[in-house]
């Protein structure tokens, strides 16, 4: 699966068999743009006032870290579940200071990187509780690649990876986590005793979401639209 602000993207692959999948972060990349603007208001109307600015900016970016982290949890959760039931591995790629390839500076700026290094630590300890293998791969190229051939492009990539000659088109983020697996299975015997992988024959596949995953008992519930109920504590249970 390759990371991005809102999902994991990527492929599901067991011996011949493989799918295209996405797994949604649910509305994380929403709630950093609501915090992101509340905090840009802040800053501007304590102006004059830069400790009272300092405090409830604080304040802000621990409620927004609190939600992302909770809806984080549900999905490491529902995809730990998945690999555990399928006996399966999970492939990320090793995540860097920068940020995987051809996101914006200006993005950079905007919507902090911490949710996708926060669910891999998530997927990882829960992975290991669970016994399922979590295996990292260098990310060069991965979004630049051609997985059917495996030319690389220099120039930009838009959002739809195209490469005429192998008549091979697909969503960005998908694309770079088909890579990801071939990067894995190129370096991992073992995988690649489990796992034939033919990136062509996902041609016209559409791309199925994990899970649903309202419909998973979690116990967390939605919180409220407004935040200011949110006190960032949970309570301890009566004795
Ligand atoms: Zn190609």
Same mark, same amino acid.
């Given at each position: 699966?390759?990371?991005?602000?809102?999902?994991?993207?990527?492929?599901?692959?067991?011996?011949?068999?493989?799918?295209?999948?996405?797994?949604? &972060?649910?509305?994380?990349?929403?709630?950093?743009?609501?915090? /992101?603007?509340?905090?840009?208001?802040?800053?501007?109307?304590?102006?004059?006032?830069?400790?009272?600015?300092?405090?409830?900016?604080?304040?802000?970016?621990?409620?927004?870290?609190?939600?992302?982290?909770?809806?984080?949890?549900?999905?490491?959760?529902?995809?730990?579940? &998945?690999?555990?039931?399928?006996?399966?591995?999970?492939?990320?790629?090793?995540?860097?200071?920068? #940020?995987?390839?051809?996101?914006?500076?200006?993005? %950079?700026?905007?919507?902090?990187?911490?949710?996708?290094?926060? !669910?891999?630590?998530?997927?990882?300890?829960?992975?290991?509780?669970? #016994?399922?293998?979590?295996?990292?791969? %260098?990310?060069?190229?991965?979004?630049?690649? *051609?997985?059917? *051939?495996?030319?690389?492009?220099?120039?930009?990539?838009?959002?739809? /990876?195209?490469?005429?000659? *192998?008549?091979?088109?697909?969503?960005?983020?998908?694309?770079? +986590?088909? %890579? !990801?697996?071939?990067?894995?299975?190129?370096? %991992?015997?073992?995988?690649?005793?489990?796992?034939? /992988?033919?990136? #062509?024959?996902?041609?016209?596949?559409?791309?199925?979401?994990?899970?649903?995953?309202?419909?998973?008992?979690?116990?967390?519930?939605?919180?409220?639209? +407004?935040?200011?109920?949110?006190? #960032?504590?949970?309570?301890?249970?009566?004795?």
């Amino acid at each position: 699966m390759d990371t991005n602000e809102d999902s994991l993207d990527g492929v599901h692959a067991s011996g011949d068999s493989a799918g295209l999948l996405r797994v949604s &972060f649910d509305g994380v990349r929403r709630i950093q743009e609501i915090h /992101f603007r509340r905090r840009r208001k802040i800053a501007r109307k304590k102006a004059h006032d830069r400790r009272v600015a300092r405090r409830l900016l604080d304040r802000e970016g621990r409620r927004e870290r609190h939600r992302v982290r909770q809806r984080l949890h549900r999905v490491s959760k529902g995809l730990v579940r &998945f690999a555990t039931e399928a006996r399966a591995a999970i492939v990320l790629e090793e995540l860097t200071l920068h #940020g995987a390839g051809g996101r914006s500076r200006r993005m %950079n700026r905007r919507l902090s990187s911490w949710p996708r290094r926060e !669910i891999h630590r998530q997927i990882e300890y829960k992975a290991a509780l669970e #016994g399922v293998p979590v295996i990292k791969v %260098n990310p060069a190229w991965t979004s630049k690649t *051609c997985p059917v *051939c495996g030319a690389r492009r220099r120039d930009r990539v838009g959002k739809v /990876f195209v490469r005429l000659l *192998c008549d091979w088109e697909m969503d960005r983020q998908i694309n770079a +986590g088909l %890579n !990801i697996l071939k990067t894995a299975l190129a370096s %991992n015997e073992a995988l690649a005793r489990a796992v034939r /992988f033919q990136p #062509g024959a996902l041609r016209r596949d559409v791309v199925s979401p994990l899970y649903d995953l309202s419909a998973l008992p979690t116990g967390a519930r939605e919180e409220p639209s +407004g935040v200011e109920s949110q006190t #960032g504590v949970i309570p301890s249970p009566e004795p």
